[in-house]
T-cell receptor, first 111, second 113 residues
């Protein structure tokens, strides 16, 4: 069965650079969520989209932005990267408010 | 905001033992999900619960949606070495579609030395 696809799997950026993370949800899923997970931490909610509209917003820095496109894929744009942004970034998708399935994540390292 | 307390934070298991963990919330949830996460990987969905009082099994796993809608537990029976990992509960409150999942702090399951 198709799963949530995230790219890239690994990304190394320097401070103050920009990064773009991509997420391709499971086909026919209308909701996408973005989470950030630091080492030894639980996933922290950043932002979600339902039917291409932002539906919920968590602790997402102003330096980050995200959108969901007409084909339902989503991108998380991160600017002015800081060392503290190094983390695993997960995307999840669901059909409305049913179970959410997670991708394999993108490991971002800021040096 | 919504807070999820998950306990225990960590536990040691011996093969064949039963394992229990639970989550409590400061507010009412309409969905409880349980995930297992291996290092560096994405959380994998184990069980989904949608109704208060619901008891659902998935192989050796059993989870229940608390009747107060503020808690849930997960049991693993007859544990095996591959049960090692981090287990997360996640809850979703009442809202129209697209509502976020709030995660508990995780229960780290380790093998007894």
């Amino acid at each position: 069965a198709a799963g949530v696809i995230q790219s890239p799997r690994h990304l190394i950026k320097e401070k103050r650079e920009t990064a773009t993370l991509k997420c391709y949800p499971i086909p026919r899923h209308d909701t996408v969520y973005w989470y950030q997970q630091g080492p030894g931490q639980d996933p922290q909610f950043l932002i979600s989209f339902y039917e291409k509209m932002q539906s919920d917003k968590g602790s997402i820095p102003d330096r980050f932005s995200a959108q969901q496109f007409s084909d339902y894929h989503s991108e998380l744009n991160m600017s002015s990267l800081e060392l503290g942004d190094s983390a695993l970034y997960f995307c999840a998708s669901s059909f409305s408010n049913t179970e959410a399935f997670f991708g394999q994540g993108t490991r971002l390292t800021v040096v | 905001g919504q807070q999820l307390n998950q306990s225990p934070q960590s536990m040691f298991i011996q093969e064949g033992e039963d394992v229990s963990m639970n989550c409590t919330s400061s507010s009412i949830f309409n969905t409880w999900l349980w995930y297992k996460q291996d290092p560096g990987e994405g959380p994998v969905l184990l069980i989904a619960l949608y109704k208060a009082g619901e008891l659902t099994s998935n192989g050796r796993l059993t989870a229940q949606f608390g009747i107060t809608r503020k808690d849930s537990f997960l049991n693993i029976s007859a544990s095996i070495p591959s049960d090692v990992g981090i287990y997360f509960c996640a809850g979703r409150g009442y809202k129209a579609a697209g509502n976020k999942l709030t995660f508990g702090g995780g229960t780290r399951v380790l093998v007894k030395p």
